[in-house]
């Protein structure tokens, strides 16, 4: 089974930077799209990127598009989140996920798009704070 693993969060200034990693333990062929949702506080869970794991092709959410780029090193197995000139509202609980159906689940804003992913991470806090 793979698991996703995620690292890098923390607490920035608005305007500032972080990257974020997604290791996986293995890549699958079962496992087209690796991407992020988000989930700030007292909000639902908001998708944020992906890139599909046969073409690299890459989609992001109007909120972050521009300022953030997702990537992936296949020799590393992991996936990572650029983000740049972070806003307040950027802050939240961020989570890797992995899925066949990824790309749809991130398109239908579920409550609950873990239910329908393979594997979802345990989450990493960004706080973005003055």
């Known amino acids: 089974q793979v698991l996703l693993v995620e690292s890098g969060g923390g607490e920035v200034r608005p305007g500032g930077s972080l990257t974020l990693s997604c290791a996986a333990s293995e890549f699958s062929s079962n496992y087209y799209t690796i991407g992020w949702f988000r989930r700030a506080p007292g909000k639902e869970y908001e998708g944020v990127s992906y890139?599909?794991?046969?073409?690299?092709?890459?989609e992001y959410a109007q909120s972050v598009k521009g300022r953030f780029t997702i990537s992936k090193n296949d020799t590393k197995n992991t996936v990572y989140l650029q983000m740049n000139n972070l806003k307040l509202e950027d802050t939240a609980v961020y989570y890797c996920?992995?899925?066949?159906?990824?790309?749809?689940?991130?398109?239908?804003?579920?409550?609950?798009?873990?239910?329908?992913?393979?594997?979802w991470g345990q989450g990493t806090l960004v706080t973005v704070s003055s």
């Open positions: 890139i599909s794991s046969i073409d690299g092709s890459t």
């Open positions: 996920a992995a899925g066949r159906r990824l790309q749809t689940v991130m398109a239908s804003n579920l409550a609950e798009p873990y239910r329908y992913l393979e594997v």
